[in-house]
């Protein structure tokens, strides 16, 4: 009987509430409430959730869940794709967009997106398409070239590096004049960077080719070029050995042990300023990157993300949530939000946006703590001297996984960096083979 | 040699290997006590000038809304129900197999000794897939249903029950008209309590223990029990730029993930070392 | 799933049984009983063969069934996984990793607690229930904890005793356990401080079951404490070390929480153990077929190591039976 009484209370409240609610909503995009969740790592997430909803009072989004970053986000997004569990709109990196879209994860959004085409550079909207589906919306990009610390350069009478072998020389040097100092690290833990590298030297390590099978050559003379050369500059200890993004790394960063890092877009946010204590005195700029062939003006693309909309996003929501991934990265108060600082104070995501109206937020041209120059205009013109050939993978977790163990045990001596890609190359062959794929070495 | 020599290199060498067991607990106690700032800046082995363990806590307790203590509550709860279900379904089988003829009887105990070779490896994959299936994944009944298959129980309960519980008891129960399970509820279990606190206790400390099962299967935090959860905020600790590094609040929570253990070993010892070394002795 | 306790793989200690008799009126009724008796006790087992069904036996034969099927497509596709796992040398690493792993650990675990057993059961001890209770404190310790624990006393950064040999000049830079070259005796020493208690309290409680008459005889006889615990305490407790032998095995071969979180923490390798490598198959890369071949191939390996094992040793038992039953 009173539970009776307690129930009717319950409805007239809940109707009650309706009412009042349901009349404060005016611009609204759906006739009803929709909600679906969206998963990422990027800093200050309901900042951006909130700039979203402040357009579309309809759509409520659930705070993304802290999953870690990387490897240990894509462990958890493969999984809960496995179970179908996985969220409606999830960020992806153009690097594991191929492992998705092998596994039929990614929906084809075209219909929904593809009028944001001309708001990007052509060679990131070729990386989110396939077969004239558009699989993702570009987030962010990571154009590269070289952050370094004139200072340093100045004082130890080092040339500012325009090619590898300059790179080369000045790193020894300068390890020499300043024991406590490096040019750069390498990082046998990071296999981003290293495909990156190869990017920039014109190699091309995964080939689809038109009857459908991939070329696989991570052992290649050009590939094998690049890592011989970081190779050699850490046998002479002109370059530190340090694994990338840990703790130790950041301390190392504060620390001043790096006259010079190669970075991308985002690398002043997340690689410098993240890293260096308030009282720092590091002043850092940004040049081009070091060139393989004199004059030249080649530069590759480290990280940057997607945000895809997956298959377990139920069909009624897919087209909010192709909306929300366009939103967040094409409109100017989106935009502003990816610029701001990435921190609790700053709010934002501190993202070097793909989009070209990058530009045109207040925020681009903002000085960047412990930068000198206007280093966004800088990065946004390497963004269009990317080489543009260079094609990912399905098996770029597979990949990662074997090159680290295998430039773990070459970084420790016990084995050449020749060596260590000639058996990455054989471990992803036959792993791809085992999976189904034709392949050829 | 004389005696007191021999005595004193006697002590000497397992004083030496007791400070081997102690090193790592004597030091979780005091850094435990150290916030951040001091751990790195102390002497290793020294309790610091002023112990920050009210700060700590307070860390420790309110940090991410609080998921430590959701962490502490589940250990218990999976512990607690596997090691009362897992003893009950245990002991029942242990004894029916004990004291009653059927067929397939050979083929069960078969079954559960050789269950006992298979490495859970070879399971947990499958299992995640199946649970999902069922819809069990990231439930607290996923993770206690798996655990309550526990051989080791099974066998232990058949051999104790038909060693301890005699036959002639069972038959004048029988005559009086008890049914069977009545049988077991009144004379069997007294006679069989303890080996059931015995198999309570480990199923209790194996439960608590348990790393590998929690973690494939359960997914939201606040179903986390201490092992997952303080094993995830321990792997931050290696990441650059994760907010602020969460060293105080992984040494406390993991000190006090031990102190029920620890609190209560003195009083277990016994019940656990006869159980251990139960499958070892049995049918020598 | 259960912790290391489990029982002997040797003989089947199965309960006797009554028997059956002529078949008189008498019988026949006793027959009907019996029947009734045992379904029962069938009953009783239902519980626990239902959950076994369930939670065992399924994923046991879904495992099976996985690893015969192709990652891609889901359909039968023969030996093509168990191929790849034998092309694998990634996998293979691991596996002689364990074996190089167990054959040492394992030998001076089981040493370290047979040792520690003797001692304690000599005249020569005192305070023998205070060192047996410390020594089996780790077993409270859950695995990643000790880890964790044993993470941060490994780091020189957080530990000052690493830095004393350099201080002292014996070494160049402070020591380094979990760096690449030494992660793996980083891992044997936890694993061993976290075991050899459990081991040796098993130990202890089977050394109290030496009869005393024939301890009394060996000191009546003259002999020195030394050889009455190697040439009467230990062989009598044989089996006993057998068997912690061959749960250390089994947890050899299993190792995956200490690796786990030391790299977590300190970036010592995700691929050193075979369990390492089948958990990021199935998780990382989503290729669960392969994973639960790799498993297959992982329980295969550890029953014919332990049976292995068992027909070294048992060869060696034949003639210590003799003794015992004198014993007796």
Redesign the interface.
């Known amino acids: 009987m009173r539970l009776k009484k307690l129930v009717t209370l319950g409805a007239a409240a809940a109707t009650l509430l309706g009412v009042v609610t349901s009349g404060a909503a005016t611009a609204s995009a759906a006739p009803t409430k929709i909600t679906f969740t969206w998963w990422t790592w990027t800093t200050n997430p309901k900042n951006v959730i909130k700039n979203f909803e402040k357009a579309y009072p309809n759509i409520s989004i659930p705070a993304p869940p802290d999953y ?2 990387g ?2 986000f ?3 997004l ?8 996985g969220p409606c709109v999830t960020q992806v990196e153009y690097d594991h967009l191929p492992q998705f879209l092998a ?1 039929h994860d990614l929906v084809n959004i075209a219909q929904y997106v593809n009028k944001y085409k001309k708001d990007f550079p052509a060679w990131v909207w070729g990386q989110v398409s396939q077969n004239g589906g558009v699989y993702a919306m570009p987030e962010d990009i990571g154009p590269m070239g070289l952050m370094y610390q004139p200072a340093v350069f100045k004082k130890y009478h080092l040339a500012v590096p325009a090619t590898w072998s300059q790179f080369a020389s000045d790193a020894v040097a300068l390890h020499k004049a300043d024991p406590n100092m490096w040019l750069d690290y390498f990082a046998p ?1 990071d296999a981003d960077v290293l495909e990156s590298l190869w990017w920039q030297a014109g190699a091309r390590p995964y080939v689809l080719e038109p009857n459908g099978t991939w070329k696989v050559t991570v052992d290649g003379p050009v590939e094998e070029k690049v890592l011989n050369f970081w190779g050699n500059l850490v046998k002479k200890g002109a370059v530190k050995v340090d ?8 301390h190392h960063i504060g620390q001043d042990y790096y006259a010079a890092m190669v970075g991308a877009g985002w690398s002043p946010t ?1 690689m410098v300023d ?2 260096l204590p308030s009282n720092s005195t590091q002043t850092w700029a940004v040049t081009q990157m070091p060139q393989w062939t004199p004059g030249a003006h080649a530069t590759a693309n480290w990280g940057g993300s997607t945000n895809a909309v997956t298959k377990d996003c139920p069909s009624k929501d897919v087209k909010y949530a192709a909306l929300f991934a366009a939103y967040i990265n094409t409109s100017k108060s989106g935009l502003e939000v990816d610029e701001k600082p990435a921190t609790p104070a700053g709010g934002g995501r501190g993202l070097f946006p793909a989009a070209l109206a990058r530009a045109s937020v207040p925020q681009f041209s903002a000085p960047v703590p412990h930068f000198i120059g206007n280093i966004n205009a800088l990065f946004s013109k390497y963004a269009e001297q990317v080489v543009t050939n260079f094609e990912w993978s399905p098996w770029d ?2 990949f990662g ?2 090159v ?2 295998q430039l ?2 070459a ?2 001596g016990k084995e050449t960096w020749d060596q260590a890609l000639q ?1 990455t190359e ?2 992803l062959v ?2 791809a083979k ?4 034709s392949v050829e070495s | 040699m004389a005696r007191g020599v021999k005595t004193s290199a006697t002590t000497a060498f397992l004083a030496l290997a007791a400070a081997y067991v102690l090193v790592p607990i004597y030091w979780l106690v005091i850094s435990s006590s150290k916030n951040a700032v001091q751990l790195f800046n102390t002497n290793t082995f020294l309790p610091p000038a002023k112990l920050s363990w009210g700060a700590n806590f307070h860390g420790l307790f309110t940090y991410e809304n609080g998921d430590f203590a959701w962490w502490l509550l589940n250990s218990f709860i999976y512990s607690t129900v596997t090691a009362t279900l897992g003893t009950a379904v245990s002991t029942l089988t242990g004894y029916g197999l004990a004291k009653y003829s059927f067929r397939g009887r050979r083929v069960v105990f078969g079954l559960v000794v050789g269950s006992l070779m298979v490495p859970a490896t070879a399971l947990v994959v499958p299992l995640f897939l199946l649970e ?1 299936y069922m819809g069990l ?1 990231n439930t607290y009944q996923g993770v206690i249903l798996p655990l309550l298959v526990y051989p080791f129980g099974v066998y232990f309960m058949s051999i104790f029950s038909a060693d301890a519980v005699p036959d002639t008891l069972v038959d004048s129960a029988r005559m009086d008209g008890a049914s069977e399970l009545r049988t077991l509820w009144q004379i069997g279990r007294p006679i069989l309590m303890p080996g059931m606190v015995t198999l309570f206790l480990l199923s209790f400390i194996g439960t608590w223990n348990n790393y590998f099962l929690p973690l494939v299967l359960l ?1 939201t935090e606040t179903r986390f029990p201490l092992t997952v959860g303080l094993s995830a905020w321990a ?7 994760a907010g602020q ?1 969460l060293y105080s609040e992984v040494i406390l929570g993991s000190l006090i993930s031990v102190l029920p253990m620890l609190v209560l070993f003195p009083f277990l010892q016994k019940y656990v070392a006869r159980g251990l070394t139960f499958g070892a002795v049995a049918g020598e | 799933m259960a912790a290391r306790a489990a029982g002997p793989a040797g003989r089947l200690a199965v309960p006797a049984l009554p028997r059956t008799s002529a078949e008189s009126g008498a019988a026949q009724r006793r027959r009907r009983w019996r029947a009734s008796q045992g379904r029962s006790g069938f009953g009783m087992t239902a519980p626990f063969l239902a959950l076994f069904a369930v939670f065992f036996a399924g994923p046991l034969i879904y495992s099976i069934v996985l690893s015969f099927r ?4 889901g359909n039968f596709t023969g030996l ?2 168990y ?2 796992v034998f ?4 996998y293979w690493s691991g596996v002689e990793r364990m074996a190089y792993f167990g054959v040492i650990q394992v030998t001076v675990m089981i040493g370290l607690a047979i040792g520690l057993a003797l001692l304690l059961d000599s005249p020569y001890c005192r305070g023998r229930k205070v060192f047996a209770l410390v020594y089996f404190l780790p077993y409270a310790v859950p695995g990643v904890i000790a880890a964790i624990m044993w993470g941060f006393l490994l780091e020189p950064d957080l530990d000052v005793a690493l830095k004393v040999p350099h201080l002292v000049g014996i070494a160049s830079g402070p020591l380094q356990p979990l ?3 030494w992660a793996l005796y980083a891992i044997m020493l936890i694993v061993t401080w976290e075991w050899t208690g459990y081991n040796m309290t098993i130990l202890i409680t089977s050394l109290t079951n030496v009869p005393a008459q024939v301890l009394e005889a060996a000191k009546v006889d003259g002999a020195s404490e030394v050889q009455v615990a190697a040439k009467i305490k230990l062989p009598m407790v044989r089996r006993t070390v057998i068997f912690t032998i061959v749960l250390s095995i089994i947890g050899t071969l299993q190792l995956f929480n200490e690796p786990v979180i030391l790299n977590d923490i300190a ?1 010592i ?3 050193l153990t075979p369990n390492q490598i089948i958990y ?1 198959t199935a ?6 077929e ?1 994973a639960a071949a790799q498993s297959v191939i992982l329980a295969l390996i550890t029953v014919i190591a332990t049976v292995a094992f068992f027909a070294v040793v048992r060869r060696r038992m034949e003639p210590l039976q003799a003794t015992r039953a004198v014993a007796k």
């Open positions: 870690g970053s490897g240990t894509y462990s958890k493969t999984t809960a794709m496995a179970g179908g569990t596994a833990n694994d990338d993004f840990t703790a130790d790394w950041g997340y993240a890293y977790t597979e996984n074997f680290t163990t773990a045990a970084a420790a058996k054989s471990q036959s792993y085992s999976v189904g794929y | 999902h994944t997914g792997s931050t600790l290696n990441v650059a730029g590094p | 192709s990652p891609l497509t093509l996984n191929r790849t092309s694998n040398g990634a760096s690449y070259r970036s390798g995700s691929n990021n998780f990382s890369f989503g290729n669960e392969l």
